[in-house]
């Protein structure tokens, strides 16, 4: 048996979608364990290039059973049709979704729109999915689960009462007459629902088998330490947990603690979204590498805001994870610069420090660097560490060094099998 977490050390879009495809050549069940279709997830392997929202990144190894876990908030259609758009590509997804997970409907779309827009440029960036909506009535308790689609008449109970509240919010907050009728989100919820109930499963049953057996189990996190809700750049996170620790929780998984957290940690910092961004590099190099190394948002397409490596963040961001190891990605992305940077320090107030702070410190924080050689070669057919420039191995090493972390995976290209282990 074994049990293996892979979280994002950053702001997501690290490469954790790449890492799990590798991983879960030999696992028995892969878990996202929080998150919805906000998360995008590119996987390029023999089957083609994908971007995964809401199945999980195990969906193309054979022998994988994929799970959505209770941690997550689904949109119905959004997971219909992904899981079509997987059919079309010969591929039937085998996938089991919790009982427990949480259904993301259409007014939790509509309500992150109205807010968003009433933030006005206090906005949070926002993927206007509805995450943020739906995460607060979990908490509130005013949540659907997937297994009470199982129950219409409690359902439609519920339901109803939910819904005659949600138009007073629109109304009283947003202005908004009626934008919605309860037959409406009935109708999507029954037309969207019918395709999914076969898959919808006690999960914790199934997972506590597998351990039994002594089956591999891996996690798959979205985003990253620095967007969660808890310990990342708080309000300008995501609202549900991307810790590993949260893995068993929002996975369904008790008593068995992971044998390995394997960071995902990107060789150059990216953020998509609002929020304090200390290591921000300038226009005209962030323009060159953006397009390099291709950071344009998975989910929305938007451009991904560019920055040199922060080892402040990522220190944390490595630690708050409890991770054992590293994978380190995208490192074929920096060839060809003359020099990198490496955030040692914030300085504050004139005081240099090297802990990750709260948001009026982070804010008002410069990034203080060291600077090394670049190199030239490319790098994306190397398979042994020994065999990447000196100077692309001192760069791995001196990260390694700042962020007190081993890095056993480097990822040289996107591809499943362009990566080193260490
Ligand atoms: P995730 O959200 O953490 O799964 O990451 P995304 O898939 O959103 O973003 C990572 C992007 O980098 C994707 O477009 C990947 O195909 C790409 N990628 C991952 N690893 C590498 C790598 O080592 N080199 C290059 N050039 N691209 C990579
Ligand atoms: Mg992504």
Redesign the pocket.
Known sequence: MSIEVIV?ANW???????MVDYFAQDADFVIRYQGGNN????V?NEFGEFKLHLIPSGVFSKKTINILGPGMVLDLQSLVEEIQSFKEHGIDPKIYISERAVICFPYHRYEDIWEEERLGKNAYGSTRRGIAPVYGDRTIKKAILMGDLFFPEYLETRLRQIVDWKLQIAKGVYGKDNPFTFEEIWEWTQKWSKPLLPYIKNTNEILEQAVKEGKKILFEA?LGTLRDLYFGIYPYTTSSCTLSAFAPIGGGLFGYPPDRVIA?VKAFSTCVGEGPFVTLMEKEEADQLREI??EYG?ATGRPRTIGHFDAVATKYGVKVQGATEIAL?????LTGRKTLKICTHYKFENKMFDDFPINPILEKSEPVYIELPGWDEDISKVRRFEDLPQNAQNYVIEIEKRVLCPIKYI????ERE?LILR
């Open positions: 994002g997501g879009d690290e490469g954790k979608g790449r998360a995008g997830h590119t390029i979205q995902v190394a291709k998975a990605t995208k490192l074929d992305s990822s040289v290209g996107p362009a």
